[in-house]
């Protein structure tokens, strides 16, 4: 079984410009989640989806962030524009189920750079 | 506001040896409590969990305490091997309804170090 794949696994973009983060979860995960670490800080979430539908966007930091899952296969999670603190490692995550008893598969995260 | 906290940024053990990491949380409402294990350039790993009605879990060399009233719980490794060495993240959510459910409140990592 493929784990969580994402794509690129390092970006580095200047201020001001648009990068856009892909995350391809396990199949059959109707679960989705978009997380982020800062310089070496808690790893915060950002938002979670079930299927091609926000669960709950409470973590999105601005309206610079869009995230989508058409489909509810991969998702896409788009920074417009950059700012410096926008710089981290960006983890997506899948699960079958809905729940705590359920561990979250993590993909290696994109490392974002923004300089 | 840190709901979950990993107040050692740091441990250095001897191989052999137990490595006890620490964790603390402030939000009653959290009902499961979880590790995860981080190795460079990678994403965290699950490693072991437990449910709030329990006060203990165990899987092999990992074993995870919880104490409820104090809000409080450890995970325990032994024999600590080299191969522990990581960061490891404890991690809570909350059940029932709503928007918390299935997502994970994070601490901020402890970087173990086990020295052969």
């Known amino acids: 079984e493929a784990g969580v794949t994402q794509f690129p696994s390092h970006s580095v973009i200047e201020k001001g410009q648009t990068v856009t983060l892909r995350c391809d979860p396990i199949s059959g995960h109707d679960n989705l989640y978009w997380y982020r670490r800062v310089m070496g800080k808690e790893i915060k979430f950002l938002l979670h989806?079930?299927?091609?539908?926000?669960?709950?966007e409470s973590g999105m930091p601005n309206n610079r962030f869009l995230a989508e899952r058409t489909g509810g296969t991969y998702s896409t999670l788009k920074v417009q524009p950059a700012e410096l603190e926008d710089s981290g490692v960006y983890f997506c995550?899948?699960?079958?189920?809905?729940?705590?008893?359920?561990?979250?598969?993590f993909g290696n995260g994109t490392r974002l750079t923004v300089t | 506001d840190q709901q979950v906290k990993q107040n050692s940024p740091s441990l250095s053990v001897q191989e052999g040896r137990i490595s006890i990491l620490n964790c603390d949380y402030t939000?009653?409402?959290?009902?499961?409590f979880l590790w995860y294990k981080k190795y460079p350039a990678e994403g965290p790993t699950f490693l072991i969990s437990?449910?709030?009605?329990?006060d203990k879990n165990e899987d092999g060399r990992f074993t995870v305490f919880l104490n409820k009233s104090a809000k409080h719980l450890s995970l325990h490794i032994v024999p600590s091997q080299p191969g522990d060495s990581a960061v490891y993240f404890c991690?809570?959510?909350?059940?029932?309804?709503?928007?918390?459910?299935?997502?994970?409140?994070f601490g901020q990592g402890t970087i173990l170090t086990v020295h052969p």
């Open positions: 991690a809570a959510s909350g059940y029932g309804g709503g928007t918390s459910y299935g997502k994970l409140t």
């Open positions: 989806f079930v299927k091609e539908s926000k669960q709950d």
């Open positions: 939000n009653s409402m959290f009902d499961y």
């Open positions: 995550a899948s699960s079958q189920v809905r729940g705590g008893n359920s561990p979250l598969h």
């Open positions: 437990i449910s709030s009605i329990k």
